[in-house]
């Protein structure tokens, strides 16, 4: 049975218990969470500000998308 998180993150639906992706190969995704309405790497961190407690500079985002696509 697939592991299911508590992502704390609420969708349109309210839900917010996921079986989230796997890590491995996440630099040939070409949409993101679970119901895909992010897509890039970039769009992930500047429009939905996933997971990030501060703000992130642009370069930083280039860098942390760039190592992202390399998985």
Request: no cysteine.
């Amino acid at each position: 049975m697939p592991q299911v998180v508590d992502v704390r993150l609420p969708d349109d639906l309210g839900q917010h218990k996921f079986n989230p992706p796997s890590p491995l190969g996440a630099g040939q995704r070409q949409r993101f969470f679970h119901d895909g309405p992010a897509t890039s790497w970039e769009e992930v961190f500047t429009h939905h500000a996933h997971q990030v407690q501060t703000d992130l500079a642009a370069e930083q985002i280039a860098e942390l998308a760039e190592f992202l696509r390399s998985l």
